[in-house]
């Protein structure tokens, strides 16, 4: 297996991370997963973009341009062969030695790069199953609209689901629901679908941006405002979404069931819709035999 180190392919076995690396240490850096279906990358521009700017809310500077990048991950799922996979790519913010809080003002620190890229194959029996869920409360910080590697309090939660033999825990400050561990989360009620507002308390995920979408262009009525658990538990219908997931129905929430415990109609609509977008942009998806 091929990683990517800064600008330079090499083997997963020989890839190292200096010790005083800020992203080792301080969880001081950014990331994204791309996602990839016959070997053409989904929204891959979108993730970009969305990498580019969580870099700029923590001045933190990229030290590849756009297209210098493409390249770079395009090299690396071609050393990989990926047909359907995800890409994972970082930058930290680097090297500072000796260790220290301060970000320093008087020399520039330069940035490290590393990804990787693996086979992934959908997983259509989960897209309609669906997975169950319980809700936590979310105490991470404030500025859930950066992509940030410091992950601490979403890694606690989703192992609590874990434990729980549960797919996700759905995350919510007081009564107001936010989103999930590794995912956004949405509702319908009376034909709507109702998520969380892109604000700073939740990320804005690009698989939730194409659901939007298409929703819209398709008549599904859409609303953009925070919800509560009251209103999660009286929902017809509960999904989460996110690259990897695409868009998964819940059954269940804390062991009581949503709706008829199914995948509801508007879910599956929404879904078929956002497989559309996947093959107009990559071409037909193989079916699962």
């Given amino acids: 297996m091929k990683v990517l180190v800064n600008n330079h392919l090499v ?7 200096d010790v005083e690396d800020r992203g080792y240490q301080f969880g001081d850096g950014v990331y994204e997963v791309v996602r990839l279906y016959n070997g053409q990358f989904f929204t891959y521009d979108e993730h970009i973009e969305r990498l580019y700017a969580s870099a700029a809310k923590i001045d933190l500077v990229i030290p590849y341009t756009k297209e210098e990048l493409r390249k770079l991950i395009e090299s ?14 970082q ?6 030695n000796p260790r220290n809080h301060v970000i320093p003002d008087d020399f520039p620190l330069e940035g490290v790069l590393t990804a990787a890229a693996r086979e992934v194959p959908r997983n259509e029996k989960q897209f309609i ?5 319980i809700t936590e409360e979310d105490v991470r910080w404030l500025r859930c609209d950066i992509k940030s590697l410091s992950l601490l309090g979403n ?7 874990h434990q729980q033999n549960a797919l996700e825990a759905i995350l919510h400050r007081g009564e107001q629901v936010t989103e999930c561990s590794a995912s956004n989360v949405s509702i319908i009620k009376d034909g709507v679908l109702w998520t969380h507002a892109a604000d700073n308390l939740i990320l804005n995920g690009i698989t939730r941006q194409v659901i939007l979408d298409v929703a819209r262009k398709n008549g599904v009525p859409v609303r953009e ?8 538990r009286e929902a017809d219908e509960v999904f989460i979404s996110s690259t990897t997931i695409e868009i998964t129905p819940i059954t269940h ?5 949503v709706g008829d415990g199914k995948r509801g109609p508007i879910t599956a609509q929404l879904h ?8 107009r942009s990559c071409g037909e998806l193989a079916v699962a035999k």
């Fill in 155 to 161: 890694i606690m939660a989703k192992n609590k689901a």
């Fill in 76 to 89: 690396l799922v071609a050393a990989n062969n990926i047909h359907t996979g995800n890409v994972y790519l």
């Fill in 253 to 257: 929430i804390d062991g009581v069931q």
């Fill in 11 to 17: 083997e997963r076995d020989e890839a190292s991370v």
């Fill in 272 to 279: 078929s819709y956002f497989v559309e977008e996947i093959v």
């Fill in 225 to 232: 405002a925070d919800f509560t658990l009251t209103d999660l």
């Fill in 129 to 133: 199953e669906g997975g169950t869920a």
């Fill in 91 to 96: 930058v930290t913010r680097g090297v500072q």
